[in-house]
DNA sequence: TGTCTTATCT
DNA sequence: AAGATAAGAC
């Protein structure tokens, strides 16, 4: 019964991935912590003339199990506040405008998914309980950040891991809903993301060092002595 | 059994 | 690409 975190597909930003922290302008206040936040990346794409991601997110995959007709309609969510305890409080034009799902407000920064699609026939309110993809604000991942981070520090010089379930206990501090699921998931992606920056920097670095090792290899090495140089 | 990790699926 | 789910290992 708990209110499902969300849903909607993610815009992905432009082909940016997900861990290139989005700058977002910050509006606002001391009091209580709460805040006003919305992302630069609705500011400045300046593209976005359907206008419907200023909450980092996108449109409806073309992919999706029912057919391919498009299930999700983008609303853009007012992301008003949040409390002491730092948990978001998420209203969307769907949940104000529709007058439903008072749980409907998520903690995820995501506005909850329209049934009704202009151009689908399916009209019927879809009462399937498929459940929602989580969607990782840069809020969350930030957080996701932090707690890594302070475990890390926590297990100090002891090898022991940071395991999902560890950050699961500080992030529902924060995000109630969010499972540790969802939490191993990004993990792994976020492990495969240092692994992939690791070996690219390994990659450079191993091949600048090739450069510098082929430039001061004999057959680089101009001799001055040498009439004629054979590589 | 539950959790973690890795693989695979959508 | 990003997130979910299955499967394997412990």
Known sequence: MGSNSNQEKQAGFGGDNMYQYIPSLQIASTQGGSLINATSASINSGGTPSGFNDNGVGRASSSNP??????????????????????????????????????????????????????????KRNGSHQKQRFIWTQEHHQSFLEVIELLEAQNGTSNRKVVPRKILEEMRKRYPNITRENIASHLQKHRLHLKNLNNRELNNSATSLNSQLLLQSPSFVINPNSQSHKP
């Open 66 to 123: 029912h057919g391919g007709d498009n299930m999700y309609q983008y609303i853009p969510s007012l992301q008003i506040a949040s409390t002491p305890g730092g948990s978001l409080i998420n209203a969307t034009s769907a949940s104000i405008n529709s007058g439903g799902t008072p749980s409907g407000f998520n903690d995820n920064g995501v506005g909850r998914a329209s049934s009704s699609n202009p151009q689908a026939s399916m009209n």
